[in-house]
DNA sequence: ATTAGTACCTTGCGATACAAGGTATTCAAA
DNA sequence: TTTGAATACCTTGTATCGCAAGGTACTAAT
């Protein structure tokens, strides 16, 4: 059922702190959302294709540079929307619960 | 990003009152969730086929007979499974937007 | 008998997520 | 200096889900 809000958590994730791929891995794991790379990578291209993500390049201590992502002003806005859908997906769900 | 959402919506709408598909459609209309027909048909073989879902005939006043879906006992174990599911969703989204 | 309305279902397409595999850079050890 | 391990990037093939469109069958009214 997690199908589908793993844009939204990404968006979530990245609206304020920059981070690569693997940051977005762990984060999302603490927080009980399992991604696999294979998800991953070609989520963030579209998203970034959609202008909706920058990304900038910065050496790592350890291994070859990273690609660190970061929510675009496009991307807040697109993001607002996100949250107005999830508010009416719980507005739904909770009436059906009743 | 309601998908995936969709499954678990109509189980939650058959787990008392059994529907035919049309039901269905207007039922889940009300609560501002939009879906097809061509969506639903397969959806409901589906859970009919994995043994969560049973339906009955039941003629019309106008027109012909309906297929009335409601939930099995299977089925209601599954639906507390998405019931969990839907709560750990909400947890995520919760942590992340913090 | 024909037509309109209702209810059932199928097929083809696009999008999403996963599994598996592949390329490239860095650094340390042989 | 070259080899290998670790890290980070990405692509391809497959399955599933939802939508759009189209098709079949039954009922009732004209």
Chains 1, 2 share one sequence.
Do not use: F
């Not at 390049?57 to 991307?75: A, F, I, N, V």
Request: with cysteine.
């Amino acid at each position: 059922m997690r199908k589908g809000m793993l844009e939204y958590c990404i968006m979530l994730l990245l609206r304020h702190q920059a981070c690569y791929t693997n940051d977005i891995i762990q984060r999302l794991r603490e927080a009980e959302m399992i991604v696999m790379e294979g998800t991953l990578y070609p989520l963030l291209s579209r998203l970034k294709r959609d202008g909706l993500l920058a990304y900038e390049w910065r050496e790592s201590t350890q291994g070859p540079p990273r690609k660190y992502y970061l929510l675009t002003d496009e991307g807040q806005q697109a993001l607002a929307q996100l949250n107005a859908s999830w508010e009416e997906i719980q507005r739904t769900v909770n009436l059906l619960k009743q």
